[in-house]
């Protein structure tokens, strides 16, 4: 397979992310992006026995330690953040220092965030082992922590100065995140490029058997969607927001799994249906994009029903929160049809709970 590279392009910190099979087995583009002889490499407990010694042979000669973390989101803390603090201070880490940062989204914006605040930013590099993570979370800077009052609450704006998407990392991902990652790759289809969703739906069988030319091609073209964005709108001021599509629905629907019954990516397949359920009900798409939609969701074997236990009322109620808005009145990402996502600035809450109250309802939530 032949190795891509593309370059999210901007003003100060452009960089590049490489995308093919068998990338940790060449250190050269790693070692290029570090600057330093100090090397703080960050995994966790599940990914480090599979690939953390190729990475640390790719390190050979530099003052390099490792900090493996418990697996897990509840350990995306500010606790685990301070353990990687105390590891750079015992490696001594100066500020041209380097966090690499490989696994899936939990260690990559936990690196991320770690790295942002060391010695006010040092140098990242983003290893994403995780479909969601080579599509999405280690591409665009967003980086940060949870609290007990929500996810993601602590954060900065860091981007990386290398992606290193190694497509053969996948072959041990477990088949339900893998599938969950899809969801992600499916968004980028929907939200802005037509083409790429009609490729996926020509493609679901061999996607779905991880055909790795064909997830290539899709992490490639993902992450041009994701690049051509940030470049456009790093800090989230307009455009950027359109990469929510779904997500204000699925995190009604993570939050009353309690992040135990749906994966993220599954929360957001089920949530961008009901997207563009709504986008049809208020007249802006036809009802036939929607139902294509969620064909091609569940031919990549992902659920689009509306958990039992996700009542219509109850939803709206998190959908305000998520909002922070009491108001009959919601911002969310709708779209036109597929392929053409806008903001949707005032859509009436009882337009929002009449349209689930008619959505597909399972029996109950995905279990793993
Ligand atoms: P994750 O990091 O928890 O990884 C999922 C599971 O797969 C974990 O158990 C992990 O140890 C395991 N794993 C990872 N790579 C593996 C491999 N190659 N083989 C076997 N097992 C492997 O979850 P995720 O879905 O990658 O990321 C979710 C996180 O990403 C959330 O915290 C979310 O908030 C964040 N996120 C961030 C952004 C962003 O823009 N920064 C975007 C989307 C999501
Ligand atoms: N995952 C959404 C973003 O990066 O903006």
Redo the contacts with the bound molecule.
């Keep these: 397979m032949k190795v891509q590279e593309l370059t999210v392009a901007l003003a100060d910190r452009s960089y590049p992310i490489r995308i093919g099979a068998g990338l940790l087995s060449d250190p050269a583009p790693l070692r290029r992006a570090i600057g330093g002889r100090q090397v703080l490499l960050l995994s966790?407990?599940?990914?480090a026995p599979?690939?953390a010694a190729k990475v640390e042979a790719a390190l050979a000669g530099l003052r390099c330690s490792t900090l493996l973390l418990p697996?897990?989101?509840r350990h995306?803390s500010i606790e685990s953040a301070s353990l990687i603090w105390q590891a750079l201070a015992e490696l001594g880490a100066q500020r041209n220092a380097t966090l690499i940062a490989l696994?899936?989204?939990?260690?990559?914006?936990m690196g991320?965030f770690a790295a942002a605040c060391w010695m006010r930013g040092i140098d990242f590099v983003q290893i994403?082992?995780?479909?969601?993570?080579m599509v999405?979370?280690?591409?665009?800077?967003?980086?940060?922590v949870?609290l007990a009052q929500g996810?993601?609450l602590v954060g900065a704006f860091w981007q990386p100065r290398l992606v290193l998407a190694d497509i053969a990392?996948?072959?041990?991902?477990?088949e339900r995140?893998f599938r969950?990652?899809m969801a992600?790759v499916v968004k980028y289809g929907a939200l802005g490029d037509a083409e790429f969703l009609a490729w996926m739906e020509t493609n679901a069988p061999g996607l779905r058997q991880r055909d790795e030319d064909l997830v290539a091609e899709a992490v490639l073209r993902s992450c041009q969607h994701k690049a051509a964005i940030v470049a456009r709108d790093e800090r989230e001021s307009g455009e950027r927001a359109l990469?929510n599509f779904g997500h204000t629905y699925g995190h009604a629907l993570e939050t009353i799994g309690q992040y135990q019954t749906l994966?993220?990516?599954e929360a957001i397949a089920i949530g961008m249906v009901m997207a563009a359920r709504l986008s049809a009900r208020l007249g802006w798409a036809d009802a036939a994009d929607a139902e294509r939609l969620r064909q091609l969701l569940e031919s990549l074997g992902l659920p689009t029903a509306r958990p039992a236990e996700a009542s219509p009322q109850r939803m709206v109620e998190l959908m305000r929160l998520d909002k922070k808005s009491l108001s009959d009145r919601l911002r969310l990402i709708l779209w036109r049809g597929v392929g053409r996502a806008e903001i949707a600035d005032g859509v009436d809450a009882a337009e929002i709970e009449a349209c689930l109250a008619e959505h597909p309802c399972a029996r109950s939530a995905a279990k793993p």
């Design positions: 966790n407990t599940t990914v599979l690939y697996d897990g989101e995306k696994g899936g989204g939990v260690i990559g914006d991320g994403p082992t995780t479909l969601l993570a999405d979370s280690s591409v665009g800077g967003k980086t940060g949870n996810k993601n990392t996948l072959r041990t991902l477990p995140e969950a990652g992600e990469l994966l993220h990516g």
